[in-house]
């Protein structure tokens, strides 16, 4: 039986640094595989997340919104017509004609999104939208084995989205029994990523910058995140008034919530893989990225790296105990 880690189940080693600012660390990195982004920093493509707000506050910090695709078709292209050549769409393995229409009016490309990704229709699905699509990217997952990556690689992908259950909304592990630690299912696809060159974005488990830090020294190219952008001013998610302060409620895609209202409820022989709750908001979405943002920078000054592939060659990780993350925290009492 293979071991396998959480993110809580891993420190870095501090490296040599001959860094002399904290300013001075390049974040760009590579979103699929012929398209760069400026922060390695992505909104997850859900109901509660992203919308036009959300949209215009990422692409002015340097990323690229993912819209999802939980809604009207004609709201769809309003998007993609909003922010023409500046976004990706999403769908799944049905609605090709759709997903094509929406390509051709601007869409940057198409997120395949798929709780189990690695099957074959999702193979087959890649290969036809890249056969009528050949100059438009795609992303496809999700996924959590080096063998998944590659298959989704092999069919046409350009960049991979990997994490199965760990989401803070997502239940699949409690109810199925499957899924790997995320911090394992990234190193092990991030191992073949380096060889076949394509992007892998890490998807999911991630509640500081801590954790942000941990999966780009794994290996992935960026980070998407769910909660944490819905608990924004000025994100999608439904706000009300909380006993202290404004509240959002974030919900999975598998919850028994949003399969109500999208779907008109759980099918036959089908059960919720995913929950909804309210939180209280934590701030702007800008004051969130800049904390991500500078909590990488400062990572990788310790890693003593300028730019994210240093920070991944140098990576040199040790397996703690739960008492470390006790440690790491302060104890002002």
Sequence with gaps: MRHALTYDDVALVPQF????SRTEPLLESWLTRKLKISIPILAANMDTVIGDELAEILLAQGSIPIFHRFTDFQDQIKWVKKFEGKTFVS?????????????????????????HGHSDRMFRYIEELKTMHPDKE??????????AYHDLVNAGADAVKVGVGPGAA????????????QFTAV???????????????ADGGIRTSRDVVLALAAGASTVMIGKLFALTKESAAQKRKGASGLEAKFRGQASADFQNEFYGGLKAKTVAEGVDF???????AEELINNFLGGIRSGMTYGGARSLKELQRKAEFVQVSPAYIYESKPRPA
Excluded: H, Y
């Design 187 to 201: 190193q092990d696809c991030a191992r073949i990523a380096e060889k076949l060159r394509v992007p892998l974005i």
């Design 138 to 147: 795609i992303i496809a997952g999700n996924v959590c084995t080096a063998m």
């Design 278 to 284: 309210w939180a209280e908001l934590s701030g702007t």
């Design 91 to 115: 769908s799944g393995i049905q609605k090709l004609d759709e997903t094509r229409k929406l390509l051709d009016l601007g869409a940057l490309g198409v997120c395949i999104d798929v709780a």
């Design 170 to 181: 997502c239940t699949t592990r409690m109810v199925t029994g499957f899924g790997i630690p």
């Design 17 to 20: 640094n001959n860094i002399p």
